[in-house]
């Protein structure tokens, strides 16, 4: 099983297919390195597509200390990907958790990036959430910690945001769920608490955000309403950035509605490519 090594020597999951410009994929919470299959079946017909199991998940190591887990941490593990590989420059794309890595990405190591696609990104990131999500989060964890992933996974993706998918395709959702379940109890939790609970909000980053000149699409489902606002807000303070609102689709973009956000996300990559992002 091939790993990349980040700077603590966690050994990190992925896997590749493909050649041509390079694609690393970042994988949200109730993710990990399969949830782009749809992505990586589409894109590797022209492109090298990377994914990989952030650590804590599926195939990675689980640390065993909060220590280890943290948003910066998120962020640098993605790099350590594209360094194991001798990847100078790649497009971006992250989910949710990911979503935040990808902005992260953008803010810190803006030279690595050839573009950055960040969906469904800003739940809890509201300066009026901020706390509220802080407590679901480490709620969340304390579920994975002692109920375990194979009983709590369905419970904690039937939200509002994420049934969309469950009502459109049962049998799609039936194996993200089952997917889910499969994740280190541990790995989960302590995601919850160090990522999760404790990264900083957007609109502390303001600063930050508005400073980034990569070329930026934002992705968000019109179901998704805590990822509204914050894309909008992201959409507003990147100069080069366009945003997208995908209809009657919730949380999970990709796996809901893979064909509209292929093409949605081929068009803005050849655009970039062809230097016209």
């Not at 990808?102 to 469904?120: I, K, N, Q, W």
């Not at 499969?182 to 790995?187: K, S, V």
């Not at 999760?196 to 000149?213: C, F």
């Amino acid at each position: 099983m091939p790993h990349a090594t980040a700077r603590d020597s966690v050994k990190l999951y992925y896997e590749e297919a493909g050649e041509g410009p390079p694609i690393l994929f970042i994988h949200e919470f109730a993710g990990d390195w399969r949830a782009w299959d749809p992505q990586v079946s589409h894109f590797s017909r022209r492109r090298r597509c990377i994914v990989y199991s952030a650590r804590g998940y599926p195939g990675s190591d689980v640390p065993e200390d909060i220590e280890s887990y943290s948003q910066d941490i998120a962020r640098t593990d993605a790099l350590a990907v594209l360094d194991h590989l001798g990847i100078e420059q790649a497009h971006i794309v992250g989910l949710s958790m990911g979503g935040f890595a990808t902005l992260h990405f953008g803010m810190t190591t803006p030279d690595r990036a050839l573009s950055l696609t960040v969906c469904g990104c800003g739940y809890g990131a509201e300066p009026d959430t901020r706390e509220e999500f802080r407590h679901l989060s480490l709620a969340v964890a304390d579920n994975f910690e002692t109920r375990g992933a194979a009983d709590y996974a369905e419970e904690y993706v039937t939200v509002p945001g994420r049934l969309t998918f469950r009502d459109k395709d049962p049998r799609g959702w039936a194996a993200f769920v089952g997917r889910l379940a499969e994740h280190p109890d541990l790995g989960a939790a302590l995601t919850q608490r160090g990522v999760q609970a404790s990264r900083p909000g957007l609109w502390d980053l303001a600063d930050q955000i508005s400073a980034i000149t990569v070329p930026t699409m934002i992705v968000t489902g019109d179901d998704d309403q805590r990822c509204l606002g914050p894309g909008l807000f992201m959409k507003n303070l990147v100069d080069r950035a366009r945003l997208f609102v995908m209809p009657n689709t919730g949380h999970v973009l990709n796996l809901e509605e893979p064909a509209l956000f292929n093409t949605v996300l081929d068009e803005f990559l050849s655009e970039v490519d062809a230097g016209n992002g």
